[in-house]
């Protein structure tokens, strides 16, 4: 009996994190319109709904009727299975991530997380690298040179990143002694001044920028570059194919700015008289308002430019980082 409450559990809460985070991926389209406009001085979408706020609706329309094309040359089975997986990695790294405390619900104890594994931050990373292999199979599938250069750009720019990724979170990892992000998150649970972000605020830095590389988000969006390869790795793709690509970088958004919160500010623990969720989601709501940020105010990188700062500046400082964390704790 208790196994089957557990299982019934587990799936209750795996769909909930799924559709909101569908919700939220969609939504985040709105407002990153909406915030790219006012830095613009315009207004973004108006016309649609009040507000403009059925453009989502609209969006999603266009996106489930637009006719669904696949180039004749294309290896079908695998520009068919691409998107499903660039956007089934980004849901499915979001198991072992807590989003609030614990708290009771008709005297059950409810836990928001999916599953609380002790290696969860290993998890995370693991999955979230397999999406790398949607944008890869994307580009070699389509019959199409751009497409294969912009899944080129993919494997170089993801593969470097990941491993700056890697290194950044190692010196916490250190110091707390654990993989699991519940861990992470009771260890700064003293207040502010706990905070990782203080005691290892280089690694806070190159985990912060390693993430905008990862989410493909501009000023680091080389793997698409619309000015330079078409569209990169998803030219040839159109309809919903098209559309799950970016379910899964908006998701990817999501998982990155929930990471951040809990790895470096923080988590879900209260502060003062604000409760722990409101703080999860104050910090998540600016980690997301920073990526529209960056992507309004910073010009484009080039690609020589991003493995150079990658692998002689980012990389050497991860390592230095671990060094020097290593021989304080001795």
Request: with cysteine; charged share 10%.
């Amino acid at each position: 009996m208790f196994e089957t409450a557990v299982m019934v559990e587990t799936v209750v809460k795996a769909v909930i994190v799924v559709s909101v985070v569908a919700a939220m991926a969609g939504f985040a389209t709105f407002i990153e319109r909406k915030v790219l406009a006012f830095m613009q001085r315009r207004l973004g979408p108006m016309h649609v709904g009040p507000y403009g706020l059925l453009q989502l609706a609209a969006d999603g329309i266009k996106l489930f009727t637009k006719e669904d094309i696949i180039p004749q040359n294309a290896i079908k089975p695998i520009f068919m299975i691409a998107p499903v997986i660039a956007a089934t990695s980004a849901f499915v790294a979001m198991a072992a991530v807590p989003y609030f405390p614990e708290f009771t619900l008709f005297g059950y104890t409810i836990h928001p997380i999916i599953s609380d594994i002790n290696v969860a931050l290993l998890y995370v990373m693991g999955v979230a690298s397999v999406g790398i292999y949607g944008p890869l199979l994307a580009g070699m599938s389509s019959a199409n040179k751009w497409s294969l250069l912009g899944a080129a750009r993919a494997v170089v720019q993801m593969l470097s990143f990941e491993v700056v990724t890697g290194l950044s979170v190692l010196a916490p990892i250190m110091l707390i002694g654990s993989l699991s992000l519940i861990d992470i998150n009771d260890y700064q649970s003293g207040g502010i001044t706990q905070w990782l972000i203080w005691k290892q605020p280089l690694a806070f830095v190159l985990f912060a920028i390693a993430g905008f590389m990862e989410t493909n988000r501009a000023p680091f969006d080389t793997v698409e570059f619309e000015a330079e390869v078409v569209a990169g790795y998803a030219t040839e793709y159109s309809g919903m194919r098209w559309g799950l690509f970016f379910i899964g970088e908006y998701a990817n958004m999501i998982t990155i700015s929930v990471l951040v919160s809990i790895i470096f500010m923080g988590g879900y623990a209260p502060l003062g008289f604000i409760p722990g969720a409101v703080m999860m989601l104050l910090k998540v709501s600016f980690w997301i308002f920073l990526f529209l940020w960056v992507r309004a105010a910073w010009p484009h990188v080039r690609p020589d430019q991003l493995m150079w700062v990658c692998w002689k500046v980012m990389m050497p400082l991860a390592v230095v980082n671990i060094l020097i964390t290593g021989f304080v704790l001795i």
